[in-house]
């Protein structure tokens, strides 16, 4: 079994400033963990993964994530906010469940930049 | 390069109206699946698919059925619609990787069931 919390469903921040969106796991096996974002009206686009190997994951646009498994987090951080960082992110774990790799996603967090 | 394709774009339908979502991927990938998309909720997994002919449930299955009857193509049926199926439909793939495979999302399907 396996489950993702996103804390905080809206976040805001300023330009320039920094952008942190939580996301804690839950998973009965060594887990995958991803990042993706939404933009309006758009699918979703992988903004980074986590494969078991280094623990510091960097990803597009300036987005970066660390997983910590003590703490069961992967928290995505970017060091400076843009206005075309607004946008919704999904944090989401992979497990293996019957014959096929399924990702269980968070429920989102909105993110928007304010000028 | 095309990726993943959901067509139609948007639709509105009538209570108790069928209609088919096609989902056309170029990859080669051998896993498809479908998704749908509600506010607060994330995406859940409606069926997925291993391979041509092959089809499994997801998470919400209720209500709808699916067809692989080429590896390119992943169909997904709903019968008689119903209010509740008002949502965002994504079509993903992915390849038979061991670990950690990327998913691939098409740009979604946006259904409205009056």
């Known amino acids: 079994a396996q489950s993702v919390t996103q804390l905080g469903s809206h976040v805001s921040v300023s330009e320039g400033a920094l952008v942190l969106l939580r996301c804690n796991y839950s998973s009965s096996v060594p887990p995958y963990l991803f990042w993706y974002v939404q933009y309006p009206n758009q699918g979703l686009q992988l903004l980074l993964k986590?494969?078991?190997?280094?623990?510091l994951v960097k990803g597009i646009n300036g987005f970066e994530a660390e997983f910590k498994k003590s703490e069961t987090s992967f928290h995505l951080t970017k060091p400076s906010a843009h206005m075309s960082d607004a946008a919704e992110y999904f944090c989401a774990v992979s497990g293996y469940s019957g014959s096929a790799r399924q990702l269980t996603f968070g429920s989102g967090t909105q993110l928007t930049v304010l000028p | 390069n095309a990726g993943v394709t959901q067509t139609p774009k948007f639709r509105v339908l009538k209570t108790g109206q069928s209609m088919t979502l096609l989902c056309a991927q170029d990859?080669?990938?051998?896993?498809m699946y479908w998704y749908r998309q509600d506010p607060g909720m994330g995406l859940r997994l409606i069926h997925y698919s291993v391979g041509e002919g092959t089809t499994a449930k997801g998470e919400v299955p209720d209500g709808y059925n699916v067809s692989r009857l080429k590896k390119q193509n992943f169909l997904l049926g709903l019968e008689s619609a119903a209010p509740s199926q008002t949502s965002v439909y994504f079509c993903a793939s992915s390849s038979r990787q061991t670990s950690g495979n990327t998913i691939y999302f098409g740009e979604g399907s946006w259904l409205t069931v009056v």
């Open positions: 990859m080669n990938h051998e896993y």
């Open positions: 986590y494969t078991s190997a280094a623990t």
